[in-house]
């Protein structure tokens, strides 16, 4: 069974910088994993920020944060990085890690399309 850990969130001022990292244990040689980042800020839906394809290594951003955010996967540390550069107030969130096996029949998928999950980390960007 995969197991996510996330880490990297933090307290930072806006156009500023931070990276998430996702620790995954557990991947299957023989599975095509999707992996990547959701958020939720308090009263909001959860929403996905960005995917990536761990073999293909093709990616999805949200509209709200391509161009300022890159996602990347080291596979030999099997872990996926988000590397989240010019900071705003409304990037404030609890960002989590998810994966799924599989290409998703909805893309992006939405929350419920995800299986694993790690713990939430928080990002707060500040004026």
């Known amino acids: 069974d995969v197991q996510l850990q996330a880490s990297g969130g933090g307290l930072v001022q806006a156009g500023e910088s931070l990276r998430l990292s996702c620790a995954a244990v557990g991947f299957d040689i023989n599975d095509d994993y999707y992996i990547g980042w959701f958020r939720q800020a308090p009263g909001k839906e959860c929403e996905v920020v960005s995917l990536?394809?761990?073999?293909?290594?093709?990616?999805y951003y949200a509209g709200s944060v391509k161009g300022r955010f890159t996602i990347s996967s080291d596979n030999a540390k099997n872990t996926v990085y988000l590397q989240m550069n010019s900071l705003k107030l409304v990037d404030t969130a609890v960002y989590y890690c998810?994966?799924?096996?599989?290409?998703?029949?909805?893309?992006?998928?939405?929350?419920?399309?995800?299986?694993?999950w790690g713990k939430g980390t928080q990002v707060t960007v500040s004026s």
């Open positions: 998810a994966a799924r096996r599989g290409p998703p029949p909805q893309y992006p998928p939405p929350e419920g399309g995800m299986e694993y």
């Open positions: 990536i394809n761990r073999s293909t290594i093709s990616t």
